[in-house]
């Protein structure tokens, strides 16, 4: 019982830092769901509300996935997955968003996976921060985890302000992966995270 109620604490903290991350006031960083916590929850719900009227709504598995990102995020999210959905249709397919926000718990999972699917230890990626987003290629209900249609929706990225894609690194090429530009490093991101 003390594990699990340590455990709702940290996912507390952890969501309260997400809210004072992206600009909400959830009041002390401190495991309690308080009333200032709730009302910046409200405000954030209410947000990403607004932008899903704004810019649409897609399959389950992307609005699952949308809703946890930053309202900043989402709004990218939402106006990328668009263009690419149109994209991929043309061809027959589909494109989903399968990850967004993930714990530092999360993704040292992620991290210790064989073969190796992420560089990237708790703390040290984007999608730690609301502000990265993973997308699959899909046909029906099968998946494709190599598909010439990552590079092809990939380039879009260039046609919505504000984000950056994996496919354009060079020591890991990461075609699925789409992050917010605003903050240039995970450390960054991590300092402003955690204050």
């Known amino acids: 019982m003390a594990d699990t109620l340590a455990q709702v604490q940290k996912d507390v903290q952890f969501w309260q830092r997400l809210l004072t991350f992206a600009g909400y006031k959830p009041g002390k960083i401190d495991g309690v769901n308080g009333r200032k916590t709730k009302a910046a929850t409200h405000e954030w719900l209410n947000d990403a509300a607004h932008l899903k009227t704004e810019y649409g709504s897609f399959d389950d598995r992307s609005e699952r996935n949308i809703a946890t990102l930053t309202p900043e995020a989402q709004r990218a999210a939402r106006i990328w997955l668009k263009a690419a959905k149109a994209v991929a249709e043309a061809e027959g397919y589909d494109v989903r968003i399968i990850c967004g926000t993930r714990t530092y718990k999360e993704q040292d999972a992620l991290y210790r996976k064989r073969p190796r699917v992420t560089k990237a230890r708790g703390g040290q990626s984007m999608h730690n921060f ?35 894609w994996g496919g354009t690194w060079t020591s890991f090429v990461d075609q699925p992966h789409y992050q917010l530009s605003l903050y240039a490093t995970s450390t960054a991101a991590r300092t402003e995270f955690e204050k």
Do not use: N
Not at 138 to 158: C, S, W
């Open 130 to 164: 609301g502000i990265a987003w993973d997308i699959g290629i899909f046909k029906g209900k099968e998946y494709f985890g190599d598909h010439p249609l990552y590079a092809k929706v990939g380039k879009l990225y260039t046609q919505t302000p504000g984000i950056t």
